[in-house]
């Protein structure tokens, strides 16, 4: 059971993770902002998963638990782990991570469930999930050694390092080194602590950033080919699982009774608000498939190409973080046959990075232009 102030959240759906836990004896770790099932789960059959066995999931509900989204997740394959990123008021920050026990699984997972309504209105956004086990330290003493580095520095200073090289050269201040560590976890884990540990404890200040990118498996390769092209694949028999991986028979149900959402406000990290305007066109996947609602930004251009209006200009910035841990973001479009601007503001999450963020801001703003073309 995981306490969280009164009065912020749903508390059916407190009640429906509580029961799904104690039903399914499911164990949950918290842990530095993020909620943890698994990493192995207490059986699994097989070796640790390498590389790019992971997906981001992005756009999930903010009152959307570990109930919901495991079994979904779970219904493509046996997790290894599933990290739910977790704020101080016990929402979800928007964004989880799943890991399989294949690229292949984790590729299916992105072509079956990229897309999958969860709740009206809001559908999940699942891509690969970069995973770096790699830094490059530079500007490094020019005598820099190898195993100075390795035995002194590195094991005392951070965890799961399993290797080291040194380069030097033209254009390279120094000598830099390029680390390779056990996970991306212990990887990011030692990119925080690096800078500071090496000015604390060597009295030097050296850089640190991410090195190379792994290609996808050839395991990978081959079942992306395999996979006929589709907008929103929608898969009515799940995989076949383990006995032990939590599952229902179905897929979860979408959410009930939405909390309220200040206006302008993307109830997720990748999904805005998006009550489709009547008559507003859409793309199918087939004459029985499902239906996938256009993107606001679409929607708008087309409107205004219909009416005559003229292609908007649209203007988008910062403005400031909120005390709630929104980020606000001002607009103005302007349509070229309307003699007045539109302007407002629109409410996001915190994101993985600002240029997701800022196409959330994008896409909010063209939801609320929309809405304004409408009224009479």
Same mark, same amino acid.
């Given at each position: 059971?995981?306490?969280?102030?009164?009065?912020?959240?749903?508390?059916?759906?407190?009640?429906?993770?509580?029961?799904?836990?104690?039903?399914?004896?499911?164990?949950?770790?918290?842990?530095?902002?993020?909620?943890?099932?698994?990493?192995?789960?207490?059986?699994?059959?097989?070796?640790?998963?390498?590389?790019?066995?992971?997906?981001?999931?992005?756009?999930?509900?903010?009152?959307?638990?570990?109930?919901?989204?495991?079994?979904?997740?779970?219904?493509?394959?046996?997790?290894?782990?599933?990290?739910?990123?977790?704020?101080?008021?016990?929402?979800?920050?928007?964004?989880?991570?799943?890991?399989?026990?294949?690229?292949?699984?984790?590729?299916?997972?992105?072509?079956?469930?990229?897309?999958?309504?969860?709740?009206?209105?809001?559908?999940?956004?699942?891509?690969?999930?970069?995973?770096?086990?790699?830094?490059?330290?530079?500007?490094?003493?020019?005598?820099?050694?190898?195993?100075?580095?390795?035995?002194?520095?590195?094991?005392?200073?951070?965890?799961?390092?399993?290797?080291?090289?040194?380069?030097?050269?033209?254009?390279?201040?120094?000598?830099?080194?390029?680390?390779?560590?056990?996970?991306?976890?212990?990887?990011?884990?030692?990119?925080?602590?690096?800078?500071?540990?090496?000015?604390?404890?060597?009295?030097?200040?050296?850089?640190?950033?991410?090195?190379?990118?792994?290609?996808?498996?050839?395991?990978?390769?081959?079942?992306?080919?395999? !996979? =006929?092209?589709? *907008?929103? #694949?929608?898969?009515?028999?799940?995989?076949?699982? @383990?006995?032990? &991986?939590?599952? /229902?028979?179905?897929?979860?149900?979408?959410?009930? !009774? =939405?909390?309220? *959402?200040? #206006?302008?406000?993307?109830?997720?990290?990748?999904? @805005?608000?998006? &009550?489709?305007? /009547?008559?507003?066109?859409?793309?199918?996947?087939?004459?029985?498939?499902?239906?996938?609602?256009?993107?606001?930004?679409?929607?708008?251009?087309?409107?205004?190409?219909?009416?005559?209006?003229?292609?908007?200009?649209?203007?988008?910035?910062?403005?400031?973080?909120?005390?709630?841990?929104?980020?606000?973001?001002?607009?103005?479009?302007?349509?070229?046959?309307?003699?007045?601007?539109?302007?407002?503001?629109?409410?996001?999450?915190?994101?993985?990075?600002?240029?997701?963020?800022?196409?959330?801001?994008?896409?909010?703003?063209?939801?609320?232009?929309?809405?304004?073309?409408?009224?009479?």
């Amino acid at each position: 059971n995981f306490n969280t102030p009164a009065g912020l959240l749903n508390p059916e759906r407190l009640k429906a993770l509580d029961t799904w836990l104690t039903k399914n004896n499911v164990k949950l770790t918290q842990v530095n902002g993020q909620r943890r099932y698994g990493g192995p789960p207490e059986v699994w059959d097989g070796p640790p998963p390498g590389d790019r066995c992971e997906v981001f999931i992005s756009q999930i509900p903010r009152d959307a638990y570990e109930d919901l989204l495991i079994p979904l997740f779970s219904s493509v394959g046996p997790l290894w782990e599933f990290r739910l990123m977790m704020n101080f008021s016990g929402q979800n920050r928007g964004f989880a991570y799943a890991k399989y026990g294949t690229p292949a699984l984790a590729g299916s997972a992105i072509h079956l469930l990229n897309g999958y309504m969860l709740e009206p209105g809001g559908r999940l956004n699942v891509r690969r999930s970069t995973e770096k086990h790699h830094l490059c330290i530079g500007e490094l003493p020019l005598t820099t050694r190898r195993e100075d580095l390795m035995q002194v520095a590195l094991h005392g200073l951070t965890e799961g390092v399993e290797g080291v090289s040194l380069k030097s050269g033209p254009g390279i201040v120094g000598t830099s080194a390029v680390v390779s560590f056990s996970s991306h976890h212990a990887a990011s884990m030692a990119k925080k602590v690096l800078v500071e540990a090496f000015k604390k404890n060597f009295a030097l200040t050296v850089s640190i950033k991410w090195q190379s990118s792994v290609k996808p498996s050839k395991e990978e390769q081959a079942s992306s080919q395999k !996979r =006929p092209k589709s *907008i929103l #694949p929608c898969p009515t028999q799940p995989p076949r699982r @383990p006995s032990n &991986t939590p599952q /229902p028979r179905v897929l979860p149900p979408r959410l009930v !009774r =939405p909390p309220p *959402i200040p #206006p302008g406000f993307c109830k997720a990290v990748g999904g @805005p608000i998006t &009550t489709q305007p /009547p008559h507003a066109p859409c793309l199918s996947s087939s004459a029985h498939g499902p239906q996938v609602a256009m993107e606001p930004m679409a929607l708008l251009l087309g409107l205004c190409e219909v009416f005559g209006g003229g292609q908007p200009l649209c203007e988008l910035h910062y403005s400031h973080a909120g005390p709630e841990g929104y980020l606000y973001f001002r607009y103005r479009v302007r349509v070229p046959k309307l003699a007045t601007p539109f302007t407002g503001l629109v409410t996001v999450l915190p994101g993985p990075c600002m240029m997701a963020m800022m196409e959330e801001a994008r896409r909010a703003m063209a939801q609320q232009v929309l809405q304004a073309l409408q009224k009479p």
